[in-house]
């Protein structure tokens, strides 16, 4: 018995240690838009993937709206559900992972909401199939864009398929990368968006690792 709780606080305090120096880059990014450090670097990297061919602005915006919450949802919901019922020992690190996805989307609309943070201008807005979002109701552009939730919800997902369906981790891993590329490139968001989202899941991430390993099968 005190062994088991010797290890269990042991791995709560590798968490919180494994989650905090995240947690303090990610207030001082929030820092660093509030005094506008990050506007030059910003518009460096969009400038950088501005001018384009246009095949490549049309390959981002279907790659990047693969990452909308109306098609990545339905689908962690089926992967979800199967595991459910296959892996019962496994549910409830399941629950923790959707709950993780569901309160992090809602602290990043929050924060758009209440940062003063703009996304990025029209001269940086290359996206072709911009007006087409009636095929994509619960996407919507919001005056502010830090941090990305495109690039929150994609990262998570790759730590669900690693853990669950790892012969796909290399091929999400490149979803991944080519979303968080395009939604700079298209001008959904600033790079620095990215990087807070970045940051967001590496917050979470030693919480979910963590919470998996309290519930792994003996």
Request: with cysteine; net charge positive.
């Amino acid at each position: 018995m005190n062994g088991s709780v010797a290890i269990g606080s042991l791995r709560l305090r590798r968490a919180i240690f494994s989650s905090l120096p995240f947690l303090f880059l990610f207030l001082g990014m929030i820092l660093l838009l509030l005094s506008h450090r990050t506007v030059l670097p910003d518009r460096a990297i969009s400038e950088a993937l501005s001018g384009l061919p246009a095949p490549f602005y049309y390959f981002w915006s279907i790659v990047c709206r693969s990452g909308n919450v109306e098609v990545e949802v339905p689908l962690l919901l089926v992967a979800g559900g199967f595991l459910w019922r296959r892996r019962g020992e496994e549910r409830p690190v399941l629950l923790f992972f959707f709950a993780a996805l569901f309160l992090g989307t809602l602290f990043e609309h929050l924060l758009k909401m209440n940062l003063p943070r703009y996304a990025p201008t029209e001269e940086f807005q290359h996206d072709p199939l911009n007006g087409w979002e009636i095929f994509f109701p619960a996407h919507f552009h919001v005056v502010s864009s830090f941090p990305s939730g495109h690039s929150f919800r994609v990262l998570l997902i790759l730590f669900f398929v690693d853990r669950y369906y790892p012969r796909l981790r290399f091929a999400v891993l490149a979803w991944a990368l080519m979303i968080m590329a395009g939604v700079v490139a298209l001008g959904w968001h600033w790079s620095s968006d990215v990087v807070g989202s970045v940051l967001l899941v590496l917050i979470l991430r030693p919480w979910i690792d963590y919470f998996a390993s309290r519930h792994q099968k003996k």
